[in-house]
């Protein structure tokens, strides 16, 4: 088929082609259209008009050219041929050579350099190059020289229907609300066309609806999508697939096309009312649920969703609109019902509820279709149960006199069991708000007693808790405070508000206040307090002093002569007897100090003693006791410092007679034996007399303060050593200045005035043969065994 097209061109353009040759040159400045040959005129007949034609003529090229044209998509067994190129220079006799460069020359085009026919070579596509730019050039054939300058010309691939229209953006989604009214625009779709879109019909599309009817339409020019039907339920189906086709050529037939989907989903509107899932609930509540408990749920179903469907529940009508109320659960658009009081089973055993669910939002566009609500009826049974005693008063306030004898009734506090079987209520007093025990109260009638007395300057409210305990179920339990309020009574007597003590200067005048009194009275009249004030009897023609109440239920004392003088008489007391306003009133006497002064003449006290007329003049007492007190600060001072000088000064070896404890030195050199006696004087170990002092290594004295122990008086000869030992023990306990722990005292005193001597053999100087051990024999019993130990030693070295 395009090679048969190809030649059908050929066939009518040849003809032209002829006839343009042959036209003069000045034919050339007209449009050329659609020529494929491209000529010029002879220079001859250029050269063969007139002057005039010259001057006015532009001077023109030996050729022109034009556009040439060729078909994309061309396969044939033979290269195509595109146009031909020539020249009048060109006699025929072959002289002249075509040549042709630029796009595609030489690999696309090809050109017959004797006949100037250039033909295409290879298939075109004008969806990849729509034009090709060449330049074309007439040379000798035998010199290759230039006859002519070189000229461009272009080559157009012209189209062919070879591409389908495509939706680039395919597959589509839109969104139309629900009930539009015929002809709501939904969306718009586009498709392209890569053939050319102004060379014939190739590009030219038309759009039409392939599945989808009669639900929408389609613009066939515009492809603007439209509902061809009024009033789309959602509810009814939701969702829609609209097959689309894009085809060109205008649609006829022959023409190339292409398709896409579009998913329309219909958006809700509220165009359906809630409507409640039945028209009777029915709930059960026990009657001590806890307030604000939810009883049950109630819901309105709505065929639309989202905000559409949120619906809103109130309670209209009926006898428990008092004790419940409702709520709406926007998650679950449920209507939950709560107890707002509490319920009482014997008083009243059920209630019954109309509810109503409206649509939150409404579309007035919908209004005609009634009205966005539903009502429904809920009945509420009470159920009953075990309750604890219910007193007659949330809390009780009483009051008693604080003078109020015992065991006397202080009031009541009732309770009762609301349950139909009316348990007996037992009455008793929470002791932690009773730790005193104040207070007792009846088990049965609740009344409250006084159990001790009771003081209202010491607390004026007690604040207990009574429990009332169901006697059939000690599980129920009820608590009520009860204050109790103290009542004031006049037990106690005004006295002075605090200790006064009154100075009279010696230079004051007759009437002179000295001292100002209030009084103060532990209880509260309840008019207030009115002192009286009085002198006693005794005392009312007081020579030195009188009393004057003051408006500000004070009193004040004034002096009635002068001259007073501390010498005479330093202190004066003045009894005063105060009296309250109670029923019956009481009264106390209180005494009034006052000290005669010595003042100066502005009246400020400087002495009240009388020792100030002895003092050195310029000197008073306090001057005179601070002096003392640093001298004797001073001495002390220097008692500690001499006292602390002589402890430090002491040797730690001291001197002491009749100390006779045993001090062990070591020595790191051995000594020569028995008969050494250079190195130490063993005789100190046996008889403290034999020198003049013994002197044992001393501890550190400790710091404290200690009676010094008497000086041991000689003990005399024939003294027991078992005795000796002890005393010596009892003074190494008793001594302060031993050491804190446990020691060894060792002595070596073997005692005075024994017949036997020192039984020691450090200071013998005989040997044992020379010795006689039979008087061990005479000592008693204690030393009858080491005579027959040393009777048998000699005994034995006689043997």
């Not at 330093?570 to 306003?581: F, G, K, N, R, W």
Request: aromatic share 8%; glycine share 6%.
């Amino acid at each position: 088929m395009p090679e048969r097209l190809a030649e059908m061109l050929l066939d009518l353009w040849t003809p032209l082609i002829i006839l343009w040759i042959t036209l003069p040159p000045c034919i050339y400045m007209a449009p050329m259209n659609q020529s494929q040959v491209l000529m010029s005129g002879s220079p001859l007949e250029l050269n063969s008009l007139s002057e005039e034609q010259r001057i006015l003529s532009r001077s023109k090229r030996g050729w022109v050219w034009n556009q040439m044209f060729v078909l994309e998509e061309f396969s044939g067994p033979e290269p195509i041929l595109v146009g031909r190129l020539h020249t009048d220079l060109d006699p025929g006799s072959k002289k002249i050579k075509y040549i042709l460069s630029g796009d595609g020359a030489g690999t696309i085009f090809q050109i017959n350099d004797i006949t100037g026919d250039i033909h295409a070579i290879k298939r075109l596509d004008r969806e990849e190059k729509a034009e090709y730019t060449l330049t074309a050039q007439a040379v000798d054939w035998e010199t290759n020289k230039p006859l002519e300058p070189p000229s461009e010309f272009i080559i157009k691939v012209q189209d062919i229907n070879d591409n389908a229209p495509e939706f680039l953006n395919g597959p589509y989604h839109a969104t139309v609300p629900e009930m539009s009214i015929l002809g709501t625009s939904v969306t718009n779709v586009t498709a392209t066309d890569a053939d050319d879109p102004v060379y014939g019909n190739s590009a030219k599309l038309v759009y039409s609806i392939l599945e989808g009817q009669p639900y929408f339409s389609i613009e066939p020019e515009t492809a603007i999508i439209k509902t061809a039907l009024p009033n789309m339920d959602r509810e009814a189906k939701e969702e829609y697939l609209v097959v689309i086709q894009a085809k060109d050529m205008g649609g006829h037939s022959g023409g190339l096309s292409g398709t896409t989907t579009l998913t329309v989903t219909l958006s809700d509107v509220n165009d359906n009312p809630p409507k409640f899932a039945q028209s009777l609930y029915h709930f059960s509540v026990p009657e001590d649920v806890i307030l604000g408990t939810a009883i049950g749920r109630v819901k309105a179903n709505d065929q639309d969703i989202g905000e559409n469907a949120q619906s809103s529940y109130d309670i209209i009508d009926g006898d428990g609109t008092a004790l419940f109320e409702i709520t709406s659960d926007a998650q679950a658009q449920d209507g939950i019902i709560r107890l707002r009081k509490p319920l009482d089973f014997e008083t009243k055993k059920s209630y019954t509820l109309k509810l109503e669910a409206a649509n939150v939002h409404t579309d007035p566009r919908f209004s005609s279709r009634g009205p966005f609500k539903d009502t429904a009826t809920v009945k509420i049974v009470v159920e009953d149960a075990d309750e604890p005693p219910v007193f007659s008063s949330p809390t009780y306030l009483l009051e008693v006199h604080e003078n109020a004898a015992l065991n006397s009734v202080i009031g009541q506090v009732t309770a009762r069991d609301p349950d139909i079987t009316a348990s007996p209520i037992r009455f008793s007093i929470d002791r932690h708000t009773d730790l005193e025990r104040q207070f007792n109260i009846n088990a049965d009638d609740g009344k409250l007693t006084l159990a001790t007395p009771l003081d209202r300057e010491l607390s004026v409210w007690h604040n207990i808790t009574i429990i009332a305990t169901e006697i059939r179920n000690h599980s129920q339990i009820s608590r009520v405070p009860v204050a109790i309020k103290v009542l004031d009574v006049n037990d106690n007597a005004p006295e002075f508000a605090s200790e006064y003590e009154a100075f009279l200067c010696e230079n004051g005048k007759p009437g002179q206040v000295i001292q100002t009194v209030s009084a103060m009275d532990k209880d509260e009249p309840k008019n207030g307090h009115y002192f009286l004030y009085s002198l006693l009897p005794e005392m009312v023609n007081n020579p030195n002093f009188t009393i004057k109440k003051n408006e500000d239920n004070s009193l004040s004392i004034l002096a009635k002569h002068n001259g007073f003088n501390r010498q005479k008489q330093e202190v004066y007391l003045l009894p005063i007897i105060i009296s309250d306003s109670g029923n019956p009133p009481l009264s106390s006497t209180s005494t009034l100090t006052i000290r005669v002064c010595g003042c100066s003449n502005d009246g400020v006290v400087q002495s009240c003693n009388v020792e100030a007329y002895v003092l050195p003049i310029g000197l008073s007492m306090g001057a005179l006791i601070a002096i003392l007190a640093c001298i004797i600060l001073l001495l002390v001072i220097v008692v500690l410092f001499v006292t602390l000088r002589r402890h430090k000064n002491e040797p730690l070896i001291i001197k002491d007679d009749e100390d006779v404890r045993e001090n062990i030195i070591r020595y790191d050199d051995e000594g020569g034996g028995e008969e050494d006696t250079e190195a130490f004087d063993i005789a100190t170990l046996q008889n403290p007399d034999g020198i003049n002092g013994f002197l044992p290594r001393k501890d550190i004295k400790p710091d404290l303060q200690f009676m010094p122990r008497q000086g041991l008086a000689p003990v005399p000869n024939g003294v027991d050593v078992d005795e000796f030992i002890n005393v010596r023990l009892h003074e190494a306990d008793n001594d302060p200045t031993a050491p804190p722990y446990d020691s060894i005292q060792i002595y070596g005193y073997e005692g005075r005035g024994s017949v036997a001597g020192s039984l020691s053999s450090l200071e013998s100087t005989t040997s044992d043969s020379d010795q006689n051990f039979d008087y061990l024999s005479d000592w008693g019993p204690r030393f009858k065994r080491l005579g027959e130990l040393y009777s048998v030693g000699e005994s034995d070295k006689e043997t």
